[in-house]
């Protein structure tokens, strides 16, 4: 995630880390080109049929249509994944606070290294980093979850049997029960965004009409920009081919990319939280790499 | 549900699987062979009467509407469905937690046979599928619930009845009614989804508007246009004949179409976990199978 | 409420049932008659005033605005009408396994049978039925609610008074009460939409605005689309009269219109859930009698 | 509240209750007779600078995007509103039913008619009436809640004392502090909107750009509409102004304007649950004075 | 957070208080001056190249697709971070009516002063405010949290910590840890908020396209409004970055501008309450300073 304030003028001018546009820079170029060859034909050669902006105009609500829908779905995407870990940092502070005021004091310790240990699995499961170690460095010597189907339920599991074992009365079982399974629901909300993307149709229908759109839209600007097509041409293509990419990248809150969302930091967050808890030195939080949070 | 990245150029140009193209395409060749008909008859034979674009921008605002509204309306539901299905994952994993906590040894093992019951129960009552076997191989010999009015509800009734019986106090029972009634909260969103469709009016009002606004469209473009109309009926066609199919399909999430929820796969995982936390060997997770994952 | 698939070409061009053409067709005929009026004037007696396009794009604009808003806000009140039923479907079942759970078995009827009374009750409330006896035909002969200032309420306290006599522990209590507070604000919330209309002011804002709009769009119309003007008055009245009846009907989901929701087969199957529950015979689901279910 | 079906033909032509007409009607006028003066000088005297209707196809589209924005989130607040009440409405049942599941006979009184006090006490509060004296009316002799500081959480604060006091168990402790903790948050819910207006700088952009609108709106008409340039000109800002005047109003869903809430009939639903709870005459439902409900 | 009533006709002229134009009118100027030099060198000097408007529609199309999505995500949060404050009010009662339940009277006054403390680091911590001594004031002698990597969950803890010596039986701690965990999830939503700021991305694509919008939006002016296209180009460029900076600040709720969130009159509200709670004496609610709540 790209930390950073409100850009300023120079910035705007010249800032790509964040921005989308170096990736699209070559569709621009190859869509502009091909309207300055259409003016260069229409205006040297021989006059190429011109339309009016009646289509266009259709066209153009449309694909914003399209546009804004798919660009809605990416940043809710995004927003419930932001949410779901925020929620995640709360069970897990919360689950310290349980732990203390629900289990002997003898037996506090190791859930709450579980909790670390599964955080950092559930963080490495999302991301598909099946060689991260950071979780399994949370669990003890008898725990082994590398040949587990699923390490992060794993490692609740594993919570949840040390609960059977050490919970004094039916008071502290409720409690972790309760908090265990709201920690589980943050958890398969996450799973869901990871596995399932937005529709693919979308992606279909969107590229698809804004090639169209590009490409035929030099036949209604020639009469009335001249040589100023491509110049429009590229705008409108890095407005929508932008648009499309920025949305691409959201929709995937949970990739390494510059705009996921900063779980090495979370995970941080939450070390310092149950390492304090636990009456232990905490890490200092993570900062931004050249304004990216990891 | 189709599983794939963001399509690149060549996809673009080809892909038709998850594609609403070819359902599409007949009636595309009919609208644009029609507009040809009038440009012909407007170039060779008979000026027809040529309208400005002012109405069909307000037309198109309209449909935009429309479609914009029912494209909403519709990607909720099958996002809603995917997320009561995410609930049901965690409620099931929750459950398995909730029995290890709460119920003698050996009394721990049927209720999650009954979950696996339910939850295939479930699939085939939202699917329709009335000859689906894999819920009914979950239950132990005396249950037989091929005759009852609602399966998935009786399963979950067999669950209660192994409580009133096995749950050894008010926690105990407490914990799972809880559960059980996020379980039984989740299956009736499900079945909510599946019984109510979108209001019939719309796909009325959303057609019929479609249709005559592709028919009347060569209208307002014969003189901006000539024989470009038919490449801009083709291509309006097109984008609001494709979003009304992709509507139409996501606004039934349940179903077994290429954008469908993947049930399969979604029950497959409740078996891992569930299996797991039994201790019995666990199945791999279903594969897409040439991108689809059922 | 229409239980129908997409419509097919066929359909489109006939189906009334669902439709609200019928509704609507007077004012249609009445803005084309005129529309036709002011062309007949304009081309055989005097010339009109000719407006360009530009202020009923404006115009357009808002109205769409206007329409589009009244339409989510519509669907958002049907849908939430639904929702509450489907948790009502929900909180049945799951109370008839908490009284299976908590109360002794020869307490397990009355409750059951008063949630019969009162789910009826309810929906006889919410359509102003005052004649209904559905709900008390459930009742035992010593409840009389015909009296009683809000019968649904009145069901649920009995419901209440029989936990007071027959909940053996205070688990069971908690446990009832929480479900009963869960029906009772599914039930408010129901009461809510149907006691609260949207703000009358929106209906004449759009009615208002629609007929302006409908009667001063000829005269942009003549000089670009001549004869054409009638047709095209009539497809804008179509799509923004028939938006702004269908909003109108959606926007009182608890009413027996065409799109209304189903209460009584929601009744009928929260009936085959507890009866089957109680052990007994259960009714078949109510079907759709010609498309429609009331 | 307007509580009132769909405007007939005749109450569109004159309905004026309910309707925001008469307060926006000397700006329409004053607008209406600059466009005419433009006209005038136009016409008659010399010539002005024509516009075309580029310029103002963008800014319509911006103030459709302010106006749409705006009135969203007043709708939302208002709506909101309403849901608070319909919480406050099936606590105060459920509270009734707690208190008779979990208090001894004879200490179920005092706790209802403080829910009495506090419900009127609330509304007072909200709609800024200091000398609202039907809260204090329901307090026993004692209570004197005239001086304290916030007098509905005194209300709330003296019915946890009475429980602290009366409550025989742990049960009833837990039980009635989750029901008015779920009162206390359904309260602050609704102080947080009538505190907290809708940011002010909206108010401003919408007014000021809205004026611009209309007083520059002429010179693009003129050329185009002639002696119709006044008309269009008083639509528009009938269009613009009614809805900028409807959203102001519903953004404060607690005032006691045309559109406000009925907080008075809430409060006598709420009487009459409670009274019938308690074995009281209760009074009969508020009945709309002329189509408006208090 | 400006309070203040709907701007009469002579604000609207002159209001700059809470309004966004001091800060944008530097670039307005440039910009219409840049469109007034434009006009100059096409009216005296050499023809420029003049485009239609249909570029232009598209363009701002797309333009309010992306202000209006970027205006809406800014005021969710700054709705939402609302939201959860008016949560904290409710807790913070609802906590105090939790401790007078639950907790011997001797044990009372400590955890309440400890929420004033928490809400008091709160607000510091999301206003990054490390010299604020509010917080730590209503400390006990021993309990110095200055040093603490997060003094807002430490003074939770502490909390917590006087639970599990004084809480006097389950129901006691189950439910204060479900208060407190109620409180620690509004907390994170807060700092969920502070900490991720809207995808950088959006800003750079917002501003690049509004300044070349206004810089080329002259070329389709120029032929149809002549010397009239710098108040277009100011008038244009007055909605753009006007709406641009207000959502730049709605989007960070917690600072300390104009349009910020009051969270000094929220903590007085907090004190207020308890103080009242614990006996003492409150002070007066925080008034606005010329119309400015801080």
Same sequence: chains 1, 2, 3, 4, 5.
């Avoid at 506090?108 to 963080?123: D, S, V, W």
């Avoid at 030099?218 to 491509?230: D, V």
């Avoid at 995970?267 to 310092?272: D, G």
Wanted: overall charge neutral; hydrophobic content about 50%; some cysteine.
């Amino acid at each position: 995630m790209i930390v950073r304030h409100k850009p300023g003028f120079l910035e705007l001018l010249i800032a790509t880390h964040g921005s989308v546009l170096p990736r699209i820079l070559p569709r621009i170029a190859v869509l502009t080109a091909l309207a300055a060859l259409l003016v260069w034909v229409d205006v040297d050669m021989i006059a190429l049929p011109h339309t009016n902006a009646a289509p266009f105009a259709v066209f153009g609500v449309a694909l914003s249509l399209f546009l804004g829908f798919r660009n809605n779905a990416a940043y809710d995407r995004w927003w419930e994944g932001r949410k779901l870990w925020g929620q995640l940092v709360a069970d897990m502070r919360a689950l310290g606070r349980d732990v203390a005021l629900f289990l002997p004091a003898e037996y506090q310790r190791r859930p709450l290294r579980l909790a670390l240990a599964f955080i950092h699995l559930h963080r490495a499961n999302l991301r598909r980093l099946s060689q991260d170690e950071a979780g399994h460095a949370w669990l003890d010597d008898g725990d082994d979850l590398r040949a587990v189907p699923h390490p992060p339920c794993a490692a609740l599991d594993l919570m949840t049997r040390h609960m059977v074992t050490h919970a004094p009365d039916g008071f502290a079982k409720k409690a972790l029960s309760e908090r265990i399974g709201s920690i589980t629901l943050a958890q398969a909300g996450c799973e869901r965004i990871a596995a399932t993307p937005l529709p693919f149709v979308y992606s279909l229908l969107v590229f698809r009409t804004t090639y169209l759109y590009c490409l035929l839209f030099p036949f209604s600007l020639i009469e009335g920009a001249g040589w100023m097509t491509p110049l429009f041409v590229a705008i409108v293509a890095y407005v929508f081919f932008g648009l499309a990419e920025v949305t691409e990248e959201l929709s995937n809150p949970f990739g390494k990319t510059v705009n996921g969302l900063p779980l090495d930091a979370m995970c941080r967050t939450i070390e310092i939280s149950l390492l304090t808890q636990m009456g232990e030195d905490a890490p200092a939080p993570l900062q931004p790499d050249g304004y990216y949070l990891s």
